[in-house]
């Protein structure tokens, strides 16, 4: 930190030179002069942060110096040491801007206090400029990505509050935006797939995008006030404040950007609005019109109206789905989970489903498919798509029929999956019905129970359950409880009762019936044996 010293009486000077380490307190002196003509030479020389200056000297004082230095160099810091205890000089010093005024003599660590205060806000205003110039810089080199940033805080945020809405004039002014009107509408041009088709190249999306702009503001005839940007969805927003946009006027835009750039795109307009707080409003109006096209045939250019408003049979009833999935998944029912893919598309297009509704109904169903098929010891990995993330994937997808064809491809490549291991059919209803044996065989247990996880009728299960395993259910069932018996037996402290109420039997004469027959003798006698062993009978 650079002080220069003004003062004309020399002993004075070389004192407060003298005075203090200033190099050991971080500070340097970078010159002496001995009146305000010298000094103001020396500042033009040296660049000195802080000036310590008297007041009264020859040739030109203090105050005038001090003016000066002010007018030419406002970042410089002065400090004014005067022997003249004057109210008046004290006033017209504050006026000027001086930091400190301070009466002669000076205490060395009065005066190490107050440049060492000095240097704090000298550091404080550098941090803050060096900010502002950062900030600034910043703005001017990524100027549409701030624009486009602010622009969709605009669409986004509620701002209805005349402060808010100054203050959101304001910001856009700076950043060269003028919310002037009269009107406000906004146009929403949203390109289908756009993600998912230049997911490849980050270079080429960037581009497109730029002539998109340019044909959008080119067949439009948008005026300098009007704004072109992209919203967090990438679609196209157009902010019209001067012409009225409807569907004749915006049908060439269509043509023109499917006939320039390949694309076909739907374009959805809101409503025009009178104050700059409803473009949210509109905004959202565009979105509601565009999330309406599945369910209007033919159509690429939608106005708004009130019946396309959120409301009823918007639900999907995707539990039921769910459900038959997995009973066609656990029967290696490869055209039964097309089926069922197929209904959850027709049933959005009967009820206008939102779109955004449908991606989440389909992404549960990715999500059920490749859990169920884990469970069923067949790697899901192996399907052609599998190693993409499909939470990602179906989010791109902007249309109702790309997102469809999508899905039933999906579907095709389980069915395949399924026929190729067919072998595996009933694999997953055993495994699960056999765990499910395991882990609750000391309760009661039907039927019933396990075919409602397993969403299958009970006859087919029973069907599967002795093809596989040999056995009746119930068969097998009692001849799990006789063995685990068995192992309780040996455990002498344990009565016979206890044993059986352990096994899932509340009724000790069919236990004991159940345990004969399985076991060839009662569980008596089996314990009886057990003891004859352990005692050394068998030798």
Known sequence: MRVLVVEDDFIVRKGIILSLEWEKEGFEICGEAANGIQGFQKVKETHPDIILTDIRMPGEDGLAFSQKVRDAYPAIKIVILSGYDDFAYAKQA??????????????????????????????????????????????????????ERFLNILLEEDSSGDEEITHTIEKGRRLGLNFDGPVFQVVLVSVDDFLLLTQNSKEERKELQVQIKETIREVLHLSEKDMVFLDKRAHFIVLLQYERANATNIIPLYQKIKE????????????????????????????????????????????????????????????????????????????????????????????????????????????????????????PEILPEGNYDYLQEIDKY??????????????????????????????????????????????????EQIVSRLYITPNYFSQVFKSQTGMNFSDYLNQYRVERAKEYLNNLDLKIYQVAEKCGYQNYKYFNTVFKKYAGCSPKEYRNRLSWKNDGGNK
């Open 94 to 147: 504050l006026k000027i801007g001086v930091f400190e005024y301070l009466l002669k003599p000076v205490d060395a660590d009065e005066l190490l206090s107050v440049v060492v205060r000095l240097r704090k806000e000298i550091e404080k205003e550098q941090r803050k400029y060096k900010k502002e110039v950062f900030q600034q810089s910043f703005v001017e080199e990524n100027y549409e990505y701030v624009k």
């Open 398 to 447: 902007e249309s109702f029929e790309t997102l469809r064809r999508q899905m039933l491809r999906f579907g095709r490549q389980i069915s395949e999956l399924l026929a190729s291991t067919e072998g595996h059919k009933y694999n997953a209803i055993i495994q699960k019905s056999i765990q499910y044996i395991e882990n609750h065989f000391s309760e009661e247990i039907r039927v």
């Open 260 to 379: 320039k750039h390949g694309f076909y795109v739907t374009i959805s307009i809101g409503r025009v609005k009178e104050h700059v707080y409803e473009i949210q409003s509109s905004y959202r109006e565009a979105l509601q019109a565009l999330r309406s096209r599945p369910y209007l045939s033919g159509e690429h250019v939608i106005q708004y109206t009130d019946g396309m408003k959120p409301g009823k049979g918007m639900f999907l009833n995707i539990q039921k789905r769910e459900n038959e999935l997995i009973q066609k998944l656990l029967r290696y029912d490869g055209d039964g989970v097309l089926s069922v893919i197929q209904g959850i598309f027709d049933e959005a297009l009967e009820k206008h489903t939102d779109l955004e509704k449908l991606k989440t109904a389909c992404i549960r169903v990715w999500m059920i498919a490749v859990s169920n098929l884990e469970e069923m010891s067949i790697n």
